[in-house]
């Protein structure tokens, strides 16, 4: 899988440079560079095709089993104290960590994208609140505008570019280094939005295919709404 970065106050440069980091962001890009087009494909049509519209839950899952592998921390606690650490919730969680550095992939609506961009900073400061780790560096994982429209995602998610553009106003909050990691687009194939009964659901187009497949863009009258598209459906971006 191809993807684009953003360095916020130096990122790129202490994960390529300093020692602490540098095989903790190899095996980073290495799980990122391997997740190749076929097996997200696959994924999606074994397991979320019937159930999901976009290719959010399906990237998530690989991801998971991905960083596992690496012996990642999933799903870690910020805080130790028992009333920020709901394990129904992952308000106060990051997707993953290890090495200090830690992770937020990031595929929900939009209104979250500030929270999404602070999760790391409190993963790494220090807190009045008893932390359960403590970071140095924060990675935040979103789908780029043109993953947005092929992976079929809604269109309220939060993507790429806006993240991006919360850098700047954000700064002195935003106070450890960031670097924002935009995944592109697949090549080889495409989401359609299709409806099926009171909802839209997905479906693979390979891109070389000669079939017509009603694909309804943002910009059309039908939206998500219309066939029974709700809220819940668009947090699907948290990992489980």
């Known amino acids: 899988m191809e993807f684009r970065i953003?360095?916020?106050r130096n990122a790129l440069t202490i994960l390529e440079n300093e020692p602490e980091f540098k095989e903790a962001?190899?095996?980073?890009?290495?799980?990122?560079?391997?997740?190749?087009?076929?097996?997200?494909?696959?994924?999606?049509?074994d397991n979320f095709q019937t159930k999901n519209k976009s290719l959010s839950t399906s990237i998530n899952s690989l991801l998971k089993e991905r960083f596992k592998d690496f012996s990642w921390s999933g799903e870690s606690a910020i805080f130790q104290d028992p009333h920020y650490d709901d394990p129904k919730s992952d308000y106060w969680r990051l997707d993953f960590a290890k090495d200090d550095i830690s992770i937020e992939v990031a595929f929900n609506h939009a209104s979250a994208t500030a929270w999404n961009l602070l999760k790391p900073v409190l993963a790494s400061?220090?807190?009045?609140?008893?932390?359960?780790?403590q970071t140095k560096i924060g990675i935040v994982v979103v789908a780029t505008s043109e993953m947005k429209k092929a992976g079929n995602f809604d269109g309220a998610i939060g993507y790429y570019e806006k993240y991006v553009d919360h850098l700047k106003p954000l700064m002195n909050q935003l106070s450890v280094p960031l670097l924002i990691i935009g995944l592109e687009a697949p090549k080889s194939f495409k989401i359609a939005k299709t409806p099926k009964g009171n909802k839209l659901k997905g479906l693979v187009v390979l891109l070389d295919e000669n079939v017509v497949v009603e694909d309804f863009d943002d910009d059309d009258d039908v939206t998500d709404d219309d066939y029974g598209y709700n809220e819940e459906d668009l947090q699907l971006a948290m990992l489980d």
């Open 6 to 8: 953003y360095s916020h």
């Open 25 to 45: 962001w190899e095996e980073i890009k290495h799980i990122l560079t391997t997740l190749d087009e076929d097996t997200l494909r696959k994924c999606y049509e």
């Open 125 to 133: 400061e220090l807190n009045h609140v008893r932390k359960a780790i």
